[in-house]
T-cell receptor
Framework: AQRVTQPEKLLSVFKGAPVELKCNYSYSGSPELFWYVQYSRQRLQLLLRHISRESIKGFTADLNKGETSFHLKKPFAQEEDSAMYYCALSGLSGGSNYKLTFGKGTLLTVNP | GAVVSQHPSWVICKSGTSVKIECRSLDFQATTMFWYRQFPKQSLMLMATSNEGSKATYEQGVEKDKFLINHASLTLSTLTVTSAHPEDSSFYIC???????????FGSGTQLSVL
C-alpha cells in the first residue's frame, strides 16, 4: 500500500521567511513523488516532480529515501505563494496500473 | 501545455436523478484518466482509474454501479453518478496523462450538489 503524510494542515509564515512543507511517504517500491499546488479558485496544477530535479517558482524538493521524505522548501516566501499544497506519490497498484496518491494537503499562508 | 477540459463546472440535481460529467483531453491522447473526489477542506481521494477501451478499475469502497465510468475514446472519459443522493454531493475532478506515471493534468472540477 502507498501512503502520503503531510503532518501540517496549516502553515503560516511572513513574507521573506523560509518555508518548508513536510511530506513523508510509505511505499515498498521505487516511488515517484510530486508536489501539486492549488491557488484560490484555480485548478490543481503540478509544481514539481522529484525526477526532474528542477526548481519551480523558487521551490525545491529533495527525495530522501532514508527518511522517506520529500519536503518542499523555499528560502524566501512570497505572498503569491499562499495556496494549498499537496504532496503525491505515484506507484504501481496491483497489476500494471499506476496510481497517484495524495496527502491531505497543507494550506500555506504568507503574511505581508 | 496539455489541457484537460471538464464539464459541467457545477450541477444541481434532485435526489434520485443521474448526472454525467465529461472529461476531455484537448490536445493529447490519454490512455488513462483518473477520477478523484474532494470533500470540503480535505484531500483528493482516487475513485477509479479509467482505461480506454476497457473496464475501469475502482478503488476499495467505491460503488461501481453508482459511479459509472466510460472511457470510449482516447480523449474522452465520462463519470455518471446514478441515482444521486445528498451524500454524493462533492467536488469531482478528473485528470489525465499521456503515459503511465507521467505528469497528470487536471480538469477544473465539477461541483455536484444533490438536493
Amino acid at each position: 500500500a502507498q501512503r502520503v503524510t503531510q503532518p501540517e494542515k496549516l502553515l503560516s509564515v511572513f513574507k521573506g521567511a523560509p518555508v518548508e512543507l513536510k511530506c513523508n511517504y510509505s511505499y515498498s517500491g521505487s516511488p515517484e513523488l510530486f508536489w501539486y499546488v492549488q491557488y484560490s479558485r484555480q485548478r490543481l496544477q503540478l509544481l514539481l516532480r522529484h525526477i526532474s530535479r528542477e526548481s519551480i517558482k523558487g521551490f525545491t524538493a529533495d527525495l530522501n529515501k532514508g527518511e522517506t521524505s520529500f519536503h518542499l522548501k523555499k528560502p524566501f516566501a512570497q505572498e503569491e505563494d499562499s495556496a494549498m499544497y499537496y504532496c503525491a506519490l505515484s506507484g504501481l497498484s496491483g497489476g500494471s496500473n499506476y496510481k497517484l496518491t495524495f496527502g491531505k494537503g497543507t494550506l500555506l499562508t504568507v503574511n505581508p | 501545455g496539455a489541457v484537460v477540459s471538464q464539464h459541467p463546472s457545477w450541477v444541481i440535481c434532485k435526489s434520485g436523478t443521474s448526472v454525467k460529467i465529461e472529461c476531455r483531453s484537448l490536445d493529447f491522447q490519454a490512455t488513462t484518466m483518473f477520477w478523484y473526489r474532494q470533500f470540503p477542506k480535505q484531500s483528493l481521494m482516487l475513485m477509479a482509474t479509467s482505461n480506454e477501451g476497457s473496464k475501469a478499475t475502482y478503488e476499495q469502497g467505491v460503488e461501481k454501479d453508482k459511479f459509472l465510468i466510460n472511457h470510449a475514446s482516447l480523449t474522452l472519459s465520462t463519470l455518471t453518478v446514478t441515482s444521486a443522493h445528498p451524500e454524493d454531493s462533492s467536488f469531482y475532478i478528473c485528470s489525465a496523462s499521456q503515459q503511465p506515471n507521467e505528469k497528470l493534468f487536471f480538469g477544473s472540477g465539477t461541483q455536484l450538489s444533490v438536493l
